[in-house]
Every structure is written in structure tokens, then in C-alpha cells.
């Protein structure tokens, strides 16, 4: 008698669980979204429905909208209404758009009527599943953080607290890693995420084995002058200024230094020349828009002295066949600035800077390329 409680009960709250299934063409494969009942209606949440139909979307508080790309479609929603525009017309969906918390719900309705309406011929709705052309998904999945030195190299010291520029490098890093996770859903990849030696050759090479999309490398700056300060972020072109060069040379040396002399750099001067020039000419202009969106943040964000974007030579970001940044956090060589960089609150907020700048990038740059 008991079990057969416990079975109906089952029953019950099984039946209360609707989901709505999404069938790509293509790969056969299907995603089965749970259901929501808001206010007597059924929805389901962005949250499960963006990385299915790999729509990217962007969510604006203060006014309340939720934009929604689709197979390179824009759809603009606003929270408690029930219209939506699409290529300048409105539509009804009859059930508002609603938000708990921090995601979004759409009415099921926009699933098995909508979508199919506009994507007529690449999407088809038939009792509770939703068939689908495969999206195309050319949007940053995979960012690579490179915290720079490591190991045997400290990179630069600081003169008061003798704090070193390695452990500023992967605190940072990783406090970053844990927001773009956390808050964009990305994949994160370290080429460090301890105290060890890799090579700035390696530290490229792990980032174009793993199809990164996105790589960003993090250091902190050094000068004779202790009352050098700020942050700069640099993308890889000919250095234009001696300022420019100087830090060039500060975190090129780690090859002489610490990767065989003379002779390493000649290699990483001959070799890799031609190809790491090509890699990052294509780059160039993405380069520079993910560095002024990182710096723009970072200045904003944490108030130091901006130094602004810069191009430099760098080793590192050499052969990478992707958008790449080098961010100067500041100087470690300022005693002031020696206290903030290995303040933990300090570095949190670096962190949730460069996230945001990021954020911005990642955006736009996914809009162009997935229309
Ligand atoms: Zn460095």
C-alpha cells in the first residue's frame, strides 16, 4: 500500500515537470529544457535556451530589455511585456517576459510558435519538440589567461615589500578565471595556475593547441623610477614609443634570462618571425578593440593612472592565432602602488575590471561574427 503512495506521488510530481525538447538536424542529437510554471503559464529559462541555440544574449537592467541573437537575428524583449520587436515589427507572445532573479524566462509559446514563424524552413515545431537547423557558433568560448613568469622567474621585484610580480600575475589571473566562468559561462584555460617556470614559446603554443579564442596575458610593470604608476594594456605591433620599448624589452628578457641566452632569442627573433607575424596581423584590429575595452574598464574600474593602450613587440604574444592582449596592472616598482598590487580586496577589483572590459568585447565581437 505504501509503495504504491510513494509510486503515485512520483506520478504526480513527474507530470508536474513539462519539458519542451530541441532537436538539431544535423547532429541528431536533443536537449530536453525544464518547464516553469509562472503564473499559470509555462516558460523556460535563457539560461538553458542560449547555449542550445547558441544565442547570445545581452541583458540591460536599467532599462529592462533582454536583446537576443538567433542565427545572427536580433530580438529585442522587455521585461513584464508581451511584445517583442524583430526587424522593426513587433510581436505578441501573448505571456510577458519575466525575470526571478537573475535570469529570464520566456513563455514556452516563443518556442513552438515564434521561432518557427521566423525561421520558417530552419525550424519546425511538432507536439512538444522543437527541430532546428544546427546554429552557427562563431562566438569567444574559450579564453586563455597566461599569468605571466613563474618557477625560477619572478619577474619584476618590488623595492619595498619585495613582493613579486609572478604571484601578482596569478592571483589576478585567477580571480579573473573564476568571473568569466562564473558570470559568462566561458571555458577558462591557465597556462599556469601554480608557481612554475613556462616558456613564452609554450605559453602561445598551449593557447593555439587548445583553439583558444581569446588569449590575455597579465604582469605587472617595473621602473628605474619609483614613482612610475598606472596600468597599460598592450596588443602586439611594432613598438611606437621608447616607453613602449622599454617594457618590451623588460618582458622579452625572460628568454635570455631564463630560457638559454643569447641564442633562445635569436631563435624567437628568427624562427618565429614570419609566421607569429601573420598569426596576429589578421588579429590586429580585434587586438586593439579587446585591449582598449580591457583598459577603458580597468582605468574606470580602479581609478589608477591610465597609461593607455599601446602596441609592443611582445614574445609572448607572438604566434597567436587569436585576439591577444599583454595588461601592465602597474607598477610594482611604486611603493604605493607595491601595497595595492598584493592587496587581495585590490586585486579582486582588478579582477572584476578587466572581466567587465572583457564582457564588452566579447559582445560585439561575437555579433560580428556569428551575422
Ligand atoms: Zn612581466
Known sequence: MRKILW????????????????EIKEEGLRYEIEEKEIDGINYVSIRDLSPILRCINKQERHDQRLYLHIYGETFIFLEDSSYYSYKIESYNMHYPLQRIAADYYLPVVFLSEHIPLHFAGDAEYHIGTLQIKKPVDHSVQVIVLDPGHGGKDPGAVGKKLKAQEKDINLAVALKLKQLLENELGVKVLMTRSDDRFVSLGDRTRFANEHKADLFISIHANASKSSSSC???????????????????????????LYEGGASARSKYDDLDFILSDLSQTEHLESSNDLASNVQQNLIAGSKTYDRGVKQANFYVLRGAFMPSVLIELGFISNPEEERLLVNDEYQQRLARTIFEGIKRFKYHYDRIRNT
Open 7 to 22: 509510486w503515485l506521488i512520483l506520478v504526480m510530481i513527474s507530470s508536474q515537470l513539462a519539458a519542451i525538447s530541441i
Open 230 to 256: 598606472g596600468a597599460e594594456t598592450y596588443y602586439l605591433a611594432t613598438a611606437m614609443t621608447s616607453d613602449a620599448r622599454a617594457v618590451e624589452a623588460l618582458e622579452n628578457q625572460v628568454v635570455e
